[in-house]
């Protein structure tokens, strides 16, 4: 029985859990969008002397180039965390972060460095990339572990919610800067401004995170004998235990990661270019449907605890195939501001309906000593091949085909694969199975029955058949 102080305490350390998550998450996303907003005017500023499609191809390139390392920092990162401890991890991220945002925002263009100037970008965006390969992870696991049961998908939403939250900020400071600056201004030095601010953010994370306990479940993790076997053992182990969720949770994320990328990195620059509208009108349809993100993202998670996340997830995949190509065609046919805003609301509205749980999704499908490593693997192999990388791939095809129809196909092909990947693997059959037949029941840690009842918890005779 909690007395109230204990119960105080636990309050006190899930709001500094929500709030470095959002901080962490925000920033991440932050990052990545101001860079896909602004990307014809780092094109010319680094990508100098070459024509302008094969400059703005070299800067998507540059943009995917911090995706590549995603995986393998999250791997890295994971295994460090499972060691040292995951606030510890999440501290350094936040430190490496900033270093990789600043060193953009303070490089001088190709006229002054020449050949150096681009290579340090890439540099600078290889280091976030292998930071924030576990920041997803991390952060999802860390909010799961001290979410109460019945809450996890409520609390980790407020991982998506972050999203929003990048969004409003990367795109109201954005379009104040182009209605605030001249052309010159903005391609001198106005695009530098928001990697600047963002680079500011990194120490009051790093200072939050510093000050916050791990989790009960973790120490408990690491007072286990699997926790100190040796890292061949731990991963053979993990191969055998979750490869198959692996796969799963790769299905979970694909069709939101492409839906995000798209319809936030690349859709601005889709209708600069395809459909001649200027940029501050895509910067005023993110803001509003990232604010309606924020909103939602809570109410959604909320939703996916009561009728099941993996339900949730259907309902989303298979609404999203039959709507997609009439959203692009609405836009299509007379492409106006309003329209715009009307198309990337309800694009938004579906992101947020499946995405708000993702990071409960991913978590509960794994053991609890291959959490970390798990939820980073499958999270970030998802977004570097399916989120990250499209808009390169889009923007390749399009340089020999109707780029009109491009996006809406890319989106279409990988929502039908993540809806195949889930109902073809055995994790995502069973959690659909518990989903239908256990709702209202309370999530628990993924892990043996011997280990759930040693921690002094009592198993529910339903959960008996599935923890691993």
């Known amino acids: 029985m909690l007395t109230d102080s204990n119960a105080d305490s636990e309050a006190r350390k899930i709001r500094k859990v929500i709030v470095s998550t959002v901080l962490g998450g925000t920033f991440e996303w932050f990052d990545f969008m101001v860079y896909a907003y602004f990307s014809s005017l780092i094109a010319r500023a680094f990508f100098a002397g070459i024509n302008r499609g094969e400059s703005l191809l070299l800067t998507f390139a540059t943009f995917a180039v911090g995706f ?43 006229e002054t460095l020449g050949l150096a100037a681009p290579l340090l970008v890439v540099i600078g965006r290889l280091v976030q990339g292998f930071a924030v390969g576990a920041q997803f992870a991390l952060s999802s696991v860390t909010i799961y572990e001290v979410a109460p049961p019945g809450k996890k998908m409520f609390y980790g939403s407020f991982n998506m919610l972050s999203l929003g939250v990048a969004a409003m900020l990367s795109s109201g400071c954005s379009f104040l800067l182009t209605r605030h600056l001249s052309h010159a201004e903005m391609a001198q030095w106005g695009w530098r401004v928001p990697f600047l601010i963002g680079a500011l953010v990194g120490p009051l994370g790093f200072y939050i995170r510093h000050h916050i306990g791990e989790s009960d479940e973790f120490h408990r993790m690491q007072a286990r004998p699997a926790a100190r076997a040796p890292m061949r053992t731990r991963m053979r182990d993990f191969i055998r235990e979750n490869g198959d969720a692996v796969v799963c949770a790769i299905g979970v994320m694909m069709a939101g990661t492409s839906l995000n990328y798209v319809w936030n990195a690349y859709l601005p620059n889709y209708a600069q270019t395809q459909l001649h509208l200027p940029l501050s009108s895509s910067l005023q349809a993110v803001f509003l449907t990232a604010t309606m993100s924020c909103v939602l993202s809570p109410v959604f998670g909320k939703l996916a605890d009561r009728v099941g996340p993996y339900r949730l997830f259907c309902f989303f995949i298979g609404s999203w195939l039959l709507c997609v190509f009439p959203l692009f065609w609405f836009l299509l046919a007379a492409p106006t501001t309003t329209r715009l805003i009307e198309v990337q609301l309800i694009g938004m509205l579906f992101v947020t309906l499946q995405g708000a749980a993702h990071p409960g999704m991913l978590v509960k499908i794994f053991t609890v000593q291959g959490r970390s490593t798990g939820v980073a693997i499958s999270y970030n192999t998802a977004v570097m091949l399916f989120g990250g990388l499209a808009p390169f791939y889009i923007s390749v095809v399009a340089r020999i085909t109707d780029a009109r129809f491009i996006p809406p196909s890319y989106l279409f092909g990988t929502s039908l694969t993540a809806i195949a990947l889930v109902l073809l693997t055995r994790t995502g059959r069973r959690v659909l199975r518990e989903d239908r037949h256990a709702r209202g029941h309370y999530d628990y840690p993924a892990m043996s029955a011997d280990d759930y009842a040693a921690s002094g918890a009592t198993v529910p005779s339903h959960e008996q058949t599935h923890l691993r």
Do not use: E, H
């Not at 995603?70 to 791997?75: D, Y």
């Not at 401890?85 to 490089?107: F, N």
């Open 68 to 110: 590549l390392v995603r995986p393998i920092g999250g791997v890295v990162m994971g295994i460090y965390a499972d060691q040292a401890g995951r606030v510890k991890a999440l501290s350094w991220i936040m430190v490496a972060m900033s270093v990789g945002s600043l060193l953009l925002g303070l490089t001088p263009g190709f």
